[in-house]
């Protein structure tokens, strides 16, 4: 299984912060990453497919980059309900693996 | 709009089974595979499978092989996942994701998720 390490696992930000997360596969996936954001009790929520395809109603100030086996997700400006987890996922090969999470806590 | 829509909340005993539904709505049931993820307690998610709903035709993640059933019932638009022999490591959210095309392995819809208990 291709296993999904991401960094940092939590971090703490104001509003208006950059934000950048990133994503490590352990073998190169193309660009077959998908990034999901969750709220507590909540499922999660799509956001990006195919590394940096934003998907329809999420904010532009939400960015996907990389390819191979580094990606990278960007909040350009954070926002009090972007307070949250964002986990990465492959959909290269089956079994699809998620990231172990990032949470975005207020500083 | 699509709606995945889940059961209620489960609490079972080890060695029992459980069978989790998901109705669909708002789309062409059988145009879309349908996925079941789960998540343990403050942990990550985890791919259990995919179904086709056409055709039934399934695919499990070698941790669930013969311990995983999908099946999908179309005239109602629902989707089935039962797990057997259950054991505490089970205790998680289940829950039903669409794949947004084809045969894709990741996940535009989300039900809102099942809670499953296994203890004695």
């Known amino acids: 299984d291709i296993q999904m390490t991401q960094s940092p696992s939590s971090l703490s930000a104001s509003v208006g912060d950059r934000v950048t997360i990133t994503c490590r596969a352990s073998?190169?996936?193309?660009?077959?990453l998908n990034w999901y954001q969750q709220k507590p009790g909540k499922a999660p929520k799509l956001l990006i497919s195919a590394a940096s395809s934003l998907q329809s109603g999420v904010p532009s100030r939400f960015s996907g980059s990389g390819s191979g086996t580094d990606f990278t997700l960007t909040i350009s400006s954070l926002q009090p309900e972007d307070f949250a987890t964002y986990c990465c996922?492959?959909?290269?090969?089956?079994?699809?693996?998620f990231g172990q999470g990032t949470k975005v806590e207020i500083k | 709009q699509v709606q995945l829509v889940q059961s209620g909340a489960e609490v079972k005993k080890p060695g029992a089974s459980v069978k989790v539904s998901c109705k669909a709505s708002g789309y062409s049931f059988t145009s879309y595979y349908m996925h079941w993820v789960r998540q343990a307690p403050g942990q990550g998610l985890e791919w259990m499978g995919i179904?086709?709903?056409?055709?039934?035709?399934?695919s499990y993640a070698q941790k669930f092989q013969g311990r995983v059933t999908m099946t999908r019932d179309t005239s109602t638009s629902t989707v089935y996942m039962e797990l057997s022999s259950l054991r505490s490591e089970d205790t998680a959210v289940y829950y039903c994701?669409?794949?947004?095309?084809?045969?894709?392995?990741?996940?535009?819809?989300w039900g809102q998720g099942t809670l499953v208990t296994v203890s004695s």
């Open positions: 996922q492959q959909s290269y090969s089956r079994p699809p693996t």
């Open positions: 994701a669409r794949a947004p095309y084809s045969n894709s392995d990741y996940f535009d819809y």
């Open positions: 179904i086709d709903p056409r055709g039934d035709r399934t």
């Open positions: 073998q190169t996936i193309s660009s077959y």
